[in-house]
């Protein structure tokens, strides 16, 4: 990935910075300039909760380019309790504990690298919930 | 607006084409259906293709193609909204002589997907979904409608066989279909013990990748007749988006840009439903079958394999499915395909489907689909007497 | 040393991985003989990185763990450090990408340092001077490491991973103080027994070498003119925490001291997760912030081969109790466990 392309949503992938429509309420990520829902372009920043619900998952058994030897991961749906869902990878977790409705939460971790020489892709993954505080 | 005919058509079959290239398989394609009618001129080209610049090293395909047939000086030009390039194809040419600035055109579909080795075609076919917020994280094109079948089985309780069955259907219409890339029959072992791609997603869930190209020539209806004695309407079309990402999506399992671009071409044809007689609907995965189904009115929400098991989908069935074989075994050479589809009904009109024939085909509808119907493409078309 | 202003630990945090390599298994594939190794090292198992993470990915959980902990809007933080020896880039800081990664940039100090085992409170060394200046409201001195011994080396069994951040502040300004700072020494020599060449990908070592003259040496003079200067004996601490190559070094450093084993067993933590390098000191330090009470004093010893020893002093304050339940616990971490065998590690640490 190019590096401008990379830099460009670090607020977005890292930060989890999305806006939230002030006509209608709904979440909008990623960020577009209207709101998809009801067309107004009247935004306030929003942070995506930190914990969220797994509504869907798959395996991935056969990567893209870019992920090879990383197989396999877990790649899933997050929904967060104002409704907003994102798809991202989930980490850290066992095959066999996957669930629909699980509890996943935030975590930074490297997605991805241009090579040995290229730079790093870090992101926000989810886990498993590591702990009720 | 004019009104639209269809007077002729022309096909690959879908194939590794390894000795042909875009300009070989295109000008195949459109030398055929050329040389059934009796055009004095073509006025302008629209080709629909995807991948050609990642896999290809070629932009600029309009030109690539209007060269090659020895057809300049003739506007011609490339429309891409992923694997629904066929489908905007169509969509372009309709305007185009709808409008009257055109009169007859050559409109169709072509790709190369085996001139990417290795991960290649799929990493380029998998542009059609958002890189920066799905295939960044290495959600592959196929993940995608993995992560909406598993959430459509357990909303919906619908068995993990219903989809293989489908499977089964299709490559028992695509054996009869002598323009597939797969004609053999499988059964549901052949699905279901079949290589891992994505949970729950197995190989025979997914289109096969292949080449291939299609075409299809318009005219005004009101001059159809002078240049063809068989021809049908373009009697109603619809197109519509969704968003480029499915987490955004409202319902993540209502196809809604094919549910809108449908309602469009049926207002616009004067029909239901429950007047097709036949559908070429867009399974590049089992999963997108079902969905699509329940989106053009042919399936309530949840209940595909309720009319799948009653035999709705047969070819004697009330709604008889891709009697071409369908993406999954017809093929889905991806900017291509949704002109197969205008192809394949247009041959079933004409009554000239060989082995698959369907009797009676009065009214037919092709659907085709950008990614997980990100950009979506309903076609109807109306025999004509 | 000692700052102008007092300075006072706000936060702090740490994060190990999952995963787990036990000592059984380095011994299958070698044929050594684990029992043995067990009772040389005191190490049972050790964590290991997941294949999805580096030092800045344990550096951001580590400093929004601290962050939790603090409670300060990280836009007050003036400085983020991270001491490493396995920088995800060898030229392009890791401070950067945790300093982004938890909202404190642009106005910020960040880099890496590294001097061995003990970049980490190195780093803390130089937050205590910024705060103590008043040069900047708080820091984040962060140590952590993804360490690997060679295949076959000794050090295979025990260069584990993890990391910790610690985030210091004025004590005019923070409201809840964690610890204060009494003092601090640094204790170095040009000692060459642990050293890595740029294109080497394991580190080499003096074997025997990196005991008296090296370890022993920096940890006991550091520890000893501290406490000199600051007038105190070994039994004026409640606890004392050691660089952790493994888990006879600590206790014979503190025998030799005077320490007794109990006030050194709390923060022993290298027998469930191996040397965390950078990150070994600073997580004994936050496994005995995770109990220490209100006026229980804390010695904190680390040791970088190269080589020397910072040697801090802290007494613990009473707002370690409102923040100590805040972000999970050293222990909580060392529980959260997933065994993995040799053929798994080399894919997660890509030797394959």
């Known amino acids: 990935m190019s590096v401008p392309r990379y830099w460009r949503n670090i607020p977005q992938r890292v930060r989890m910075e999305a806006l939230k429509c002030k006509s209608c309420g709904k979440i909008i990520y990623p960020p577009r300039a209207k709101c998809i829902y009801c067309g107004k372009n009247d935004f306030e920043c929003y942070t995506i909760p930190e914990k969220g619900r797994l509504i869907s998952f798959s395996i991935i058994r056969h990567p893209p380019i870019g992920f090879e030897h990383t197989t396999p991961y877990v790649v899933g749906i997050i929904e967060f309790e104002n409704g907003l869902r994102i798809s991202s990878q989930i980490t850290d977790v066992d095959i066999n504990e996957l669930k629909i409705g699980m509890e996943v939460e935030q975590v930074f971790r490297k997605v991805s690298e241009d090579g040995k020489s290229g730079i790093i892709q870090y992101a926000i993954k989810f886990r498993p919930i590591f702990q009720n505080i | ?385 | 040393m000692r700052p102008i202003i007092d300075v006072v630990i706000s936060g702090w945090g740490s994060y190990i991985p999952i995963y787990r390599l036990p000592v059984e298994e380095v011994a299958r594939i070698w044929g050594t003989s684990a029992d043995h190794i067990k009772q040389e090292l005191l190490i049972y198992e050790k964590s290991v990185a997941g294949i999805d993470e580096d030092v800045a990915t344990i550096a951001v959980e580590a400093a929004k763990n601290s962050l939790k902990r603090s409670k300060i809007n990280p836009n007050e933080l003036g400085a983020v450090f991270v001491g490493t020896e396995t920088k995800p880039y060898a030229v392009k800081p890791t401070g950067t990408i945790v300093a982004e990664a938890i909202g404190a940039t642009p106005k910020i100090l960040a880099a890496d340092f590294e001097f061995a085992c003990k970049a980490g409170t190195e780093c803390l060394q130089c937050c205590i001077a910024l705060v103590g200046s008043n040069m900047i409201k708080y820091g984040m001195a962060i140590g952590a490491d993804v360490a690997e011994g060679a295949p076959a080396d000794p050090l295979e069994y025990s260069a584990g991973s993890g990391g910790t951040a610690i985030i210091v502040g004025s004590k005019n300004y923070e409201k809840e103080p964690v610890a204060l700072l009494e003092g601090s020494v640094s204790y170095v020599t040009d000692t060459p027994d642990f050293w890595r060449r740029p294109k080497e990908s394991y580190p080499s070592h003096a074997e025997a070498f990196t005991g008296d003259p090296a370890y022993f040496r920096h940890t006991i003079s550091a520890a000893k003119l501290l406490m000199e200067e600051l007038g105190l004996r070994p039994s004026d601490f409640k606890y004392a925490i050691f660089h952790q190559p493994n888990g006879k070094f600590p206790l014979k450093a503190a025998k030799i001291l005077g320490f007794t084993r109990e006030q050194v067993e709390h923060g022993l933590i290298v027998p469930y997760i191996g040397n965390l390098y950078s990150g070994s000191s600073m997580t004994g330090f936050s496994a005995i912030l995770d109990i220490a009470m209100p006026g229980d004093r804390i010695l904190l010893v680390s040791y970088g081969s190269g080589a020397g020893s910072d040697a801090f002093s802290f007494i613990v304050q009473d707002g370690i109790i409102t923040k100590r339940d805040n972000a999970p616990k050293v222990m909580d971490y060392i529980k959260k466990k997933r065994k993995i065998d040799y053929a798994i590690y080399c894919k997660i640490r890509g030797k394959i």
């Not at chain 2, 993940?143 to 490559?171: G, Q, T, W």
């Not at chain 2, 219409?173 to 002598?178: E, M, S």
């Open chain 2, 1 to 385: 607006m004019r009104r639209v005919a269809i007077i002729s058509y022309g096909m690959t079959k879908v194939d590794r084409h390894w000795n042909k290239s875009i300009k070989d398989l295109f000008s195949e394609a459109t030398l055929k259906a050329i040389n059934k009618v009796n055009i004095p001129k073509v006025d302008a080209i629209f080709v629909g293709n995807m991948c050609a610049s990642d896999l290809c090293d070629q932009n600029n395909i309009g030109t690539v193609v209007a060269d090659h047939l020895g057809m300049i000086p003739i506007p011609s030009y490339r429309i891409e909204a992923a694997c629904g390039s066929g489908g905007a194809a169509i969509l372009s040419g309709f305007m185009a002589v709808s409008s009257g600035l055109f009169d007859i055109v050559v409109v169709g579909g072509v790709e190369k997907l085996t001139d990417g080795v290795g991960k290649k075609a799929t990493f380029s076919l998998g542009k059609a979904a958002d890189f920066e917020y799905e295939l960044f994280y290495g959600i592959t094109f196929a993940s995608l409608n993995a992560l909406i079948m598993r959430r459509y089985m357990e909303v919906y309780k619908v068995p993990r066989e219903a989809f293989a069955d489908f499977a089964v259907l299709m490559h028992r219409n695509g054996a009869k279909n002598p323009y597939a890339q797969l004609q053999f029959e499988i059964n549901r072992e052949t699905v279901l013990k079949s290589e891992d791609i994505a949970d729950p997603i197995k190989l025979y869930d997914c289109a096969p990748i292949g080449d291939g190209a299609a075409v299809v020539i318009l005219c005004p209806l009101e001059d159809a007749s002078r240049y063809s004695d068989s021809f049908v309407e373009i009697a109603g079309i619809g197109s519509a988006t969704d968003t480029i990402d499915i987490a955004s999506r409202e319902d993540l399992l209502l196809l809604k840009s094919i549910l809108i671009a449908a309602n469009n071409a049926y207002k616009m044809a004067k029909v239901s439903p429950s007047d097709i007689d036949l559908a070429e609907i867009h399974d590049a995965f089992t999963i997108d079958a079902a969905l699509s189904l329940e989106a053009l009115g042919f399936s309530k929400r949840g209940e595909f394999d309720k009319l799948l098991y009653d035999g709705a989908f047969e070819p004697d069935g009330l709604i008889p499915v891709n009697l071409s074989g369908g993406l999954k075994s017809r093929g889905h050479p991806v900017g291509a395909t949704g002109v197969y589809q205008i192809a394949e009904i247009t041959m079933q009109l004409l009554g000239e489907a060989g082995k698959n024939q369907l009797k009676n085909a009065e009214i037919g509808l092709a659907q085709n689909m950008a990614g997980v119907a990100s950009n979506s493409y309903v076609t109807i078309l109306k025999r004509c007497r």
